[in-house]
């Protein structure tokens, strides 16, 4: 490296972030309660400081600086003067490196010790005291980088949503044990464009791969001590760098390449992004940047007590969207992972807590706003968790439009009814038509309910149907954490067995609900491995899993109940792009009709008779034929029937007039069975799901 200037040329305030123009990076980072910001350069193993700039101007309160002569591969932090008045909420202490809001790749890794702290741990005044060892050791640094990539071959599939089909994956999980892929590459970004990886995606029939957490985050210090690592990733460092260790390459450009080909396959990449907290935790926990920064402005905190932090999150800490600044933040970095790495969307992991306002949840908050009017973000797909554990932490539904949201009713309900719960047939048929009593307003399509089986929070699919109580020992807390429930039930035997009469009902269990799955309106979400039967071994939290408990066993796929599965959920996502009723992109209503007296949506019990309101809440009803029909382009009228048969024995099904030639498309108690043709009775077995078809001419 040339030598360094004495001091920095007054640059410009935007952007945000470190910035290569001309002959030089420009340097810039908002900061309202600084009193001065100096800019750190290092070595280029982040090793050695080499010299303290002072941003010299501070323009509308983002502090700035031009440093020529240099370019990418520069490595720096920032250190932040200023009050350091805890009770006030100000945190500022010099001594403390502190990592760039807006870096784009990261320099080494935390090393844990009592000096990244802005207090000294074991000081009696706990917070209140102040500590004064240079953290830059242990702190990770910068790197200002060159974002040039040529785009211009890519072609965004830009699926419609109402045609979505989501499977929701860990990068190295997903590839790890993957043996198709060179042992190099798997776990990594670059596998996840590997061909086989892309053939298993589009012959599954997903749409959009949705990634766990892959903005860089922290290996928390507890559970290294325990021998564990933060594997899910929900505990962000830097919004805007990729996570390191997910590279085979030395190249970000490796990401880039994985994006483009799954694009050149028609599938979209949605990801995981946690803006509501960061991984500082607590008053109590480390400066690593935002809090050293500007800790009044990026952190909520407790009113009339600004020294603690409102933890309306679980992890100690909550992001404070009603300032601005902090919004301008999230939107620059969803925005620069849109443009620069080619995303399609996101999923926001608690994303009521970005609407909350000091009042709870505010469906009209500005963050919302902001995201919906912005020309790029606004086009992208935008999906949300709608809880945190807050004050009024659950609003399912009540995000505003242009927003999906993750349905755990949805999920929750569907296994109450295969696990057979009593009186559950009303709640599931709101769920199969859309969850309308929940989505059907303000012109929202069923497509805002995110429908799923399972997540990468709780058991399996596969686990559901063998593992009535969690067993999480393996994560060193005595197997207290996790879901207590489940609504999971193990047919007779708890976990592995080799009873063929479990297993035979486990399996048609597990086919009976993906098929409702995919008959269901809304968006279907799979989880990676559901489709060829991944156990978790009963652990239903495997967060800190970095092994073989999370990793997805292929050998799974080539094993014949394995791969019967995976064959059945593939016939299932080619119905239902065969079938445009089961996508339907309006909601489906009694009395709404296609023509020739024929509902839209029709719901009868097993003697092909409408349901009594004392049907619907029978609590022993265990049987629902639910019909949806569409007048195609030609005329026809086509209707697509879903029986269900949650009880413990066979069931005939009297199928309601009109007399018609049927089909049967599917049954979830034959996986083998090919499509046939009946009339008007079919018997689907014990635990049963099947899907029938008919069309009626033309008048």
């Known amino acids: 490296m040339s030598s360094l200037p004495d001091r920095l040329d007054a640059g410009s305030p935007y952007p945000l972030g470190a910035t290569c123009v001309g002959e030089g990076v420009n340097f810039a980072v908002f900061s309202a309660n600084a009193e001065k910001i100096e800019l750190c350069i290092f070595d280029a193993a982040g090793k050695r400081e080499l010299t303290r ?287 620069s790495f080619g995303i399609d969307g996101f999923r926001f992991d608690l994303g009521l807590t970005l609407g909350r306002t000091e009042n709870g949840f505010d469906p009209g908050h500005a963050f919302f706003d902001v995201l919906r009017q912005d020309p790029i973000l606004g086009r992208l797909k935008l999906s949300t968790e709608p809880w945190d554990i807050g004050p009024g932490g659950y609003q399912l539904g009540n995000f505003p439009p242009g927003f999906a949201e993750w349905n755990d009713k949805y999920r929750d309900t569907v296994r109450k ?35 799923l089986l399972a997540a990468h929070d709780g058991f399996t699919l596969a686990d559901t149907v063998a593992y009535e109580e969690r067993h999480n020992e393996a994560n060193k807390e005595d197997n207290r954490d996790g879901h207590s429930e489940n609504y999971s039930r193990n047919w007779g035997a708890e976990g592995e067995t080799e009873d063929a009469g479990i297993l035979k009902t486990r399996g048609d269990v597990q086919r009976s609900m993906l098929t409702t799955l995919f008959a269901s309106l809304g968006t279907p979400m799979l989880v990676a491995g559901d489709e060829f039967g991944r156990s978790q071994g009963g652990n239903n939290n495997a967060y800190c899993h970095d092994d073989e408990i999370s990793w997805l066993d292929w050998s799974k796929k080539e094993k014949p109940e394995g791969k019967s599965l995976y064959d059945f959920t593939c016939r299932l996502t080619e119905l239902r792009r065969r079938f445009p009723v089961l996508r339907a992109k309006s909601f489906l209503y009694d009395g709404d009709s296609p023509g020739q007296g024929i509902g839209a949506i029709e719901w009868w019990d097993e003697r092909g008779e409408s349901l009594s309101s004392d049907d619907w809440n029978n609590p022993e009803g265990r049987a629902l034929l639910m019909r949806r029909a569409i007048r195609l382009d030609s005329g026809e009228i086509e209707a697509v029937s879903l029986l269900l048969n949650g009880s413990d024995d066979p069931i005939t099904f009297h199928l309601p007039p009109p007399h018609a030639t049927r089909t049967v498309l599917i049954d979830s108690t034959k996986p083998d069975q090919g499509e046939t043709a009946f009339e008007d009775e079919y018997e689907l077995g014990a635990h049963g799901a099947a899907l029938i078809c008919w069309k009626v001419e033309a008048e």
């Open 417 to 451: 009814f295969w696990r057979g719960d009593p009186s559950q047939r009303g709640d599931l048929a709101a769920r199969l038509s859309g969850s309308g009593d929940l989505f059907d307003r303000r012109a929202r399509r069923p497509w805002a309910t995110v429908n």
């Open 53 to 339: 700039l002072e941003l010299p101007e501070c323009t509308d309160e983002v502090w700035h600086g031009f440093l020529p002569d240099v370019g990418p591969g520069l490595v720096y932090g920032y250190r932040a003067h200023g009050p350091y008045a805890p009770e006030h909420g100000h945190r500022f202490n010099p001594n403390k490196l502190l990592l760039d809001p807006y870096a784009r790749k990261l320099v080494g890794q935390i090393k844990w010790n009592d000096a990244l702290h802005g207090y000294k741990v074991r000081d009696k005044r706990e917070d209140l005291s102040f500590d004064k060892r240079d953290s830059a050791p242990a702190m990770p640094k910068a790197m200002v980088v060159d974002d040039h990539f040529d785009w211009s071959g890519d072609r965004k599939p830009n699926t419609p949503w109402s045609e979505t089909v989501v499977y929701e994956a860990h990068v190295k999980g997903l590839t790890k044990l993957f043996e198709l892929v060179p042992p190099q590459e798997r776990g990594t970004y670059k596998a996840l464009g590997h061909p086989k990886v892309i053939e298993h995606l589009k012959k599954l029939g997903v749409t959009a791969l949705e990634l766990l957490p892959i903005q860089a985050f922290t290996q928390d210090r507890f559970l290294q001590e325990k021998g564990l690592r933060n594997y899910w990733g929900y505990n962000t460092l830097a919004f805007f760098a990729p996570e390191p260790s997910y590279f085979a390459t030395d190249s970000q450009d490796e990401l880039r390449r994985a994006v483009r080909k799954l694009h050149a396959a028609g599938i979209e990449v949605i990801l995981d992004v946690v803006y509501n907290h960061t991984c500082e935790g607590s008053e109590k926990g480390p400066t690593l940047s935002w809090r050293g920064l500007d800790n009044a402005t990026y952190y909520r905190a407790v009113k009339d007590n600004a020294r603690y932090s409102i933890n309306d999150t679980g992890t100690g800490n909550t992001i404070n969207t009603d300032k601005a600044r902090v919004i301008q933040m999230i939107t620059d970095s969803l925005r620069y992972w849109a443009t």
